[in-house]
T-cell receptor
Framework: GQQLNQSPQSMFIQEGEDVSMNCTSS?????WLWYKQDPGEGPVLLIA?????ELTSNGRLTAQFGITRKDSFLNISASIPSDVGIYFC????????????????FGGGTRVLVKP | GAGVSQSPSNKVTEKGKDVELRCDPI?????LYWYRQSLGQGLEFLIY????????KSGLPSDRFSAERTGGSVSTLTIQRTQQEDSAVYLC????????????FGSGTRLTVV
């Protein structure tokens, strides 16, 4: 079953605001990934993190891989309307010796909506 | 192709019927994954193919679900005797090597069982 707890489940943004979401796990992952999904589309990779403590930016997005390897956060600065969508964290256990599939375990998603 | 292509994009079927969902991965990608996304939920792993190795079927929810990948390229996910709880979006993804830098998803097939 799902092992990643993602919060908040939903949030409202106003243009220009910074937003933050995070993901925690009961087990260790070697890689953390953040995806965004628009309606009717598959998830698109935003940021990948490979090392505990790593802080990585992609434009207005910043993500960190927690030191314990059990958590990660994603920040969006100066939000714009097209930031609306569902954001998923995903953890990956990478097995170098055997092709264990490197399947992703996903969080439940954070739905980002525009403040009415 | 340029992206992962899935067909059909939408499928409505009657309970008890069999369905086949198709995935055409990015050319040259050796790894192919199937995930299921139920309404308002995250993605649930179903099955993984890597080259000519035996697939990892550990995520298939029941023996009504099966998948094959012919010639290391196109994959078909088959659901036999569909049930209403099978209604979901079925997403396919592919990657180079073993996908350790994440992978590219298709737009999915929305399956509705009535």
């Amino acid at each position: 079953g799902q092992q990643l707890n993602q919060s908040p489940q939903s949030m409202f943004i106003q243009e220009g605001e910074d937003v933050s979401m995070n993901c925690t796990s009961s087990s260790i992952f070697n890689t953390w990934l953040w995806y965004k999904q628009d309606p009717g589309e598959g998830p698109v990779l935003l940021i990948a993190l490979y090392k505990a403590g790593e802080l990585t930016s992609n434009g207005r997005l910043t993500a960190q891989f927690g030191i314990t390897r059990k958590d990660s956060f994603l920040n969006i600065s100066a939000s714009i309307p097209s930031d609306v969508g569902i954001y998923f964290c995903a953890g990956q256990k990478v097995f170098w010796v055997k092709a264990a599939g490197n399947k992703l375990t996903f969080g439940g998603g954070t739905r980002v909506l525009v403040k009415p | 192709g340029a992206g992962v292509s899935q067909s059909p994009s939408n499928k409505v079927t009657e309970k008890g019927k069999d369905v086949e969902l198709r995935c055409d991965p990015i050319s040259g990608h050796t790894a192919l994954y199937w995930y299921r996304q139920s309404l308002g939920q995250g993605l649930e792993f179903l099955i993984y193919f890597q080259g000519n190795s035996a697939p990892d079927k550990s995520g298939l929810p029941s023996d009504r679900f099966s998948a094959e990948r012919t010639g290391g390229s196109v994959s078909t996910l088959t659901i036999q005797r569909t049930q209403q709880e099978d209604s979901a979006v079925y997403l396919c993804a592919s990657s180079r090597n073993r996908g350790w830098r994440g992978y590219t998803f298709g737009s999915g097939t929305r399956l509705t069982v009535v």
